[in-house]
C-alpha cells in the first residue's frame, strides 16, 4: 500500500506554510481554471489516458504550484501490467487481464511535470463553461484514494515535495469508468515497484486494495532485480540503543543512530514507534530537534537542522518511555473466566511485550544495520535479546547486559520474565539457552486436561531441528540461540532469538503440530535470516520454506509419514476449496490486503505444497533416495547466505538440479492459482510383443489450457512395485508403458507428489 507522511499541526514552520497548512491545502483542491480538452493524451509507463473531448479544471495550488487537473468529458484508458501474475490477479479482482474502455472523469494529482505537459497544449481561463460539480466529485473521489483525514496522511512522495518545494516523479490518476470500477493508478518513485493500480477497499475500514503493482518499464526490460534497487531517499547507520526495564516494567531508553544523506536534500525523516510510547526528545547536530507526532499515531517526523543531501550526515538521538510491557494482558484474554482467579499469580509473572518490534524508532527502509543493544534490568528476571551477549554485569537489583548483532539487521527485539532457565550443550549445533514459565506451568497442569511441563520436549526440538536443518541446508548463521517462552498464541522468530507461544510448552498435541511449529520458528534462522526475501512478492520464501521444513522435520524425527502426508492433505483441501478466489503465492503480502486473498493459506500452506512437489520430482523413483533434493535445497542456502533473494534466484537454483527450464513450473504453482482434478483410468494390456503392458488415461479438468505436471504413477506386481511419471497435459493424456510383469494394482499421484484431486474411474472405451 501507500508509503504515507502524516503531518501533524505545529507552530513551526517550513519555507513559508505550516505542514498543517498544506494538508488542509491538499484536502481541499478545488477546480480553479477551465480549458477546452481536445485530443490529448497522458502517458505514464504501462498507463495510457485518451482525452478525445471535454473540459480540464486546473486546481488550487497548494504551496505556490500547480499539483492537480481534472478532466470531465470523453475518453479512454488503457492499462496492461507486464508480470503474469499480476494480469492473473487483475483478471481475478477486475474481470480481464488488462483493462481497456471508455472513461468519463479523471483528476490528476502530481509533483512531477504534469502541469507544464498540459498546460502546453491547453489554455486555461478562470472563467468559463464546464460541469464544474462533475469535476470537484472526481477531485474528491481522488482525494478519498490519497489521504486519511484520521492520521491526516498522504504519500511521502508528493507531501515531502510539497513540504521542500521539490520536484518528484510523482503522479496519480484518479479515473472514472464508463463501466466497470473506477481506479487510481499511481507512480512512486520512492516505490522499488513504481507502478500501482488501486480500487476501493472492500474490507471494513480498508480504504484503498492494491490490485497490480510492478517495477517501471525501463527496469523490467533491463532485468534491474528488487533486491538490488534502494529508493530511500537516506541510508540509515548503527543502532546504539540504551533501554531500562524496571522492577513494575516501566520502560525507557535512549536509542542514536547516524542518517546519511543519498539524493535529494531532505529536510524531514520519518521514524514508526509504538504508538503508546512518548517521546521526551529528540537532539542531532548538537541541537534539540523539532519533531511532530499525532497521539497514538506510530508515525515520527523529526526536522532536521538543515537540509541533509548526498554527501551530508546527521547524528540522531530520541529519548522516549512508556507502557511497552504489560502484565498477562494477553493470557486474560484466552484463560476462561472462572479459572481467572487460580491464574492469577501467574498472570503477574508474564510479560507481555505489546509491540514486538517497533519499541525503538524505525526508519522505514529496507536497509539493514549493526545494532548495539544495552539492557538494565531486575536481577530475579530472565532476560534474552538478540545478538550476543558481550557482558552481564549486576549492580544491586539490577542486571546490565550488552549484546552486538552478528549479521545487519532491522528487525530486533527481546523477551523478559520470571523464568527458569536451563542449557543446552551439543557438538552438533551452538549453545541454547532455554526460558520457560515453570511456576505457570505447574497451574495449568491442574486446569488443562492431559497437559504437562513441556519445556524439555521444547529444548528437544530446539536442538534437534538445529541439527536436522544444519545437515540439510549448512550452518545456522548465529553463534547461541534463545528459545523463550511468551504469552501469545503464535511464534516470533529474531535474529538467534525465537519467542515460543506458551501452548506449546504444554507438550499436549499427538498430531505433530508441536514439532512443526517448534522448528518452523527455528527454520526462520535459516529462511530470513540466512536467506532473506528481497520483496514482499517473495514471502513465501521464508513462510512457505519454514512451513515445508517444520513438516520435513516432523516428519523425520516422528518417523511418521503419515502424519506428514495428513498436514499436506489437510491444506490441499484448503487450498482446492479457495482457488477460484484466493490470490497466487506471488502476490506476497499483498494478499493480505483482500479478504479473498488467503495470505496464510497461500504464502505458508501452498508454499510448502510447492516444496514438496519439487522433493517428489528429485526423487529417484528407482531407489526412493532423496539426495538431489537435499543437495538443491543446500546449494540455495549456500549460494546465496548472507543475501537478499527472489523467486527468481531459487527458480534459477531449481533448473540447475532438474536440468530443465522450470518456468512452466513457477508459472502454474507460484504465479498461478489453479488446482487440477484428475480422473484416472487404467487397464492391463499386452504389446504388439505379447509381453505385459498397461494403459493409462488422465483426464484433467479445473485448470487453464496448456497446463502440465509430471505425475507419478505407482505400478504394484504380485511381487514388487515400480514407479514412473507421467506427463500430464490438456484436457486428456494417455500412456502406454510396457511392464516386467502384469500390473495388479496402478496408482496415480502416490505420496501426495503433486497439488491435486485424483478420482479413480474404470476404464472405459469411450472417454
Known sequence: MYTVLTLVVAATTLQGSTSDSVFERLRNLAPDAIAPVKNVVL????????????????????????????????????????????????????GDTGISGPITAAAFVFADSTAEELKRQLTFRSRGLGDMGNAQDAVSDALDYLVDDRSRSAPASLTAALL????????????????????????????????????????????????????????????????DEHSQPLDVGPYDIDATIEGNLKFSAHATLQLSGRIDPQRWAVFYLYEELDVDSVSGGGQALAFFRRDHAQPLWVRFPRAIGPGDT???????????????????????????????????SWADIRSEL???????SPQRYDMRLTFHT??????????????????????????????????????????????????????????????AHRILQTLIPHSRSGAEDVGSDIANSLSFFTQMFGPPPFQHYYATEA?????????????????????????????????????????????????????????????????????????????????????????????????????????????????????????????????NMLLDVRTMREDRFQAMMRDYYMTYRGKRVTTQDFQRTVEKHLGQPMDWFFDEWVYGTAVPTYAFSWKAETDSTGKP???????????????GMYVPVLIKFDQGEAMIRMLVRDDKTEALVRLPAAPRRVILNPLESVLADVKTEGWSNDR
Not at 488550487?60 to 507486464?82: E, K, Y
Not at 518545494?165 to 469508468?177: D, G, M, P, T
Not at 517497533?358 to 522505514?364: A, D, G
Not at 503392458?693 to 497446463?707: E, T, W
Open 487 to 615: 504469552p501469545q498464541s503464535h511464534g516470533l522468530s529474531l535474529p538467534g532469538l525465537v519467542r515460543l507461544s506458551w501452548q506449546t510448552y504444554l507438550s499436549y498435541s499427538s498430531k505433530g503440530s508441536d514439532e512443526s511449529f517448534r522448528a518452523h520458528e527455528i527454520a526462520h534462522q535459516w529462511w530470513y535470516y540466512g536467506v532473506e526475501p528481497a520483496t514482499y512478492r517473495d514471502a513465501w520464501l521464508s513462510e512457505g520454506f519454514s512451513e515445508f521444513s517444520g513438516l520435513w522435520y516432523m516428519q523425520t524425527v516422528l518417523e511418521d509419514n503419515e502424519k506428514y502426508l495428513k498436514k499436506l492433505r489437510d491444506a490441499r483441501d484448503d487450498i482446492r476449496r479457495e482457488r477460484g478466489k484466493a490470490a497466487p503465492i506471488g502476490l506476497g503480502t499483498r494478499a493480505s490486503e483482500s479478504w479473498r486473498g488467503d495470505y496464510s493459506l497461500m504464502t505458508y500452506q501452498k508454499g510448502a505444497w510447492v516444496l514438496h512437489m519439487l522433493r
Open 314 to 348: 546527521i547524528s540522531l538521538r530520541f529519548s522516549y518511555h512508556g507502557p511497552l510491557i504489560a502484565l498477562g494482558s494477553i493470557m486474560e484474554e484466552i484463560i476462561p473466566r472462572q479459572y481467572l482467579r487460580e491464574f492469577a499469580p501467574v498472570l503477574d
Open 693 to 707: 503392458a498397461v494403459r493409462l488415461r488422465v483426464r484433467q479438468s479445473d485448470v487453464p489450457p496448456g497446463f
Open 164 to 227: 521542500n518545494q521539490s520536484a518528484s516523479q510523482y503522479f496519480a490518476a484518479y479515473v472514472k469508468r464508463a463501466r466497470g470500477e473506477s481506479v487510481m493508478i499511481e507512480y512512486d518513485p520512492l516505490q522499488t515497484e513504481e507502478m500501482a493500480l488501486y480500487r476501493r477497499g472492500k474490507m471494513l475500514g480498508q480504504r484503498v486494495e492494491t490490485v497490480c503493482r510492478f517495477q517501471r518499464s525501463q527496469d523490467l526490460v533491463a532485468n534491474v532485480s528488487e533486491s
Open 358 to 364: 517497533l519499541w525503538y524508532p524505525v526508519y522505514n
Open 43 to 94: 502517458k505514464r509507463d504501462a498507463m495510457e489516458l485518451r482525452l478525445d473531448s471535454g473540459y480540464a479544471y486546473l486546481l488550487t495550488p497548494v504551496s505556490g504550484r500547480t499539483i492537480g487537473i481534472a478532466f470531465v468529458g470523453a475518453g479512454s484508458l488503457t492499462f496492461q501490467p507486464p508480470l503474469l501474475v499480476e494480469q492473473f490477479n487483475l483478471q481475478r479482482v477486475l
Open 378 to 439: 531486575p536481577r530475579n528476571m530472565q532476560f534474552a535479546s538478540i545478538g550476543r551477549r558481550l557482558r552481564a554485569d549486576t549492580v544491586g537489583k539490577v542486571i546490565t547486559t550488552q549484546w552486538v548483532t552478528e549479521n545487519p539487521t532491522n528487525i530486533a527485539s527481546f523477551n523478559i520474565g520470571r523464568f527458569e532457565e536451563f542449557q543446552i550443550r551439543d557438538p552438533r549445533i551452538p549453545p541454547v539457552t532455554v526460558h520457560f514459565n515453570a511456576e
